[in-house]
């Protein structure tokens, strides 16, 4: 089964720092990588996705991600931090299951980032 | 385009009754997939349809099952309602079902058994 796993339950950052939220994942075949945002009583945001070509993904907002296969890692970064940017964020990936197909992400236990002045 | 959108967006429920909550996907979209949030299990997957059909099913009991309509409009239900089931009930829609397809989120259904 397709895993992913979130190695930090807060992070903290000064505002216009960069920021580093960590994401590691164990797949079979080729993985398909999603990082989404939610802030308080909202859903799931999409931020940016990995599925083939570039390393380097930009996405949303300013952030970006690195996917690095030889340490199974996609990393959200983004280079000067905001105090709007606090939330909680989560990395997925679309496992496959038994079937092979149809569309179930496996999602990570989530990172919550505090930005502070 | 409208976002995907659920209702209702608050539900206080007692043990032992039953619930539906209902997802209009983005126009367009054809995969509608369920997902239940809570503080102590995180994000989990409850099902996924495509063209009224069911694909994916995760672990979850009988008691919760769903359905997808002609216009890709689905519902959930939940049976027999347990103190455990209080969550945030999230429904997401992508248009392909495929690997690569960003599937989109609501802003969720709030349940609350008491």
């Known amino acids: 089964a397709q895993s992913v796993a979130q190695p930090e339950d807060q992070v903290n950052v000064a505002e216009g720092n960069p920021l580093t939220v960590k994401c590691t994942y164990s797949v079979s075949g080729n993985p398909y990588l999603f990082w989404y945002v939610q802030y308080p009583n909202r859903g799931l945001q999409f931020l940016l996705k990995?599925?083939?070509?570039?390393?380097l993904v930009k996405g949303s907002y300013g952030f970006e991600a690195e996917f690095n296969k030889s340490q199974t890692s996609f990393h959200l970064k983004k280079p000067s931090a905001l105090v709007s940017d606090s939330a909680l964020y989560f990395c997925a990936v679309r496992d496959l299951g038994l079937t092979g197909g149809g569309n179930k992400l496996t999602f990570g236990t989530g990172t919550q980032l505090k930005v502070e002045l | 385009k409208a976002g995907v959108t659920q209702t209702p967006r608050y539900l206080i429920k007692t043990r032992g009754q039953q619930v539906t909550l209902s997802c209009s996907p983005i126009?367009?979209?054809?995969?509608v997939s369920w997902y239940q949030q809570t503080p102590g299990q995180g994000l989990q997957f409850l099902f996924e349809y495509f063209s009224e059909t069911q694909r994916n099913k995760g672990n979850f009991p009988g008691r919760f099952s769903g359905r997808q309509f002609s216009n890709s409009r689905s519902e959930m239900n939940v049976s027999t309602l347990e103190l455990g089931d209080s969550a945030l009930y999230l429904c997401?829609?992508?248009?392909?079902?495929?690997?690569?397809?960003?599937?989109?989120f609501g802003p969720g259904t709030r349940l609350t058994v008491l």
């Open positions: 126009s367009g979209h054809r995969s």
């Open positions: 997401a829609s992508s248009s392909l079902a495929g690997g690569g397809d960003t599937q989109y």
């Open positions: 990995y599925i083939t070509g570039d390393n």
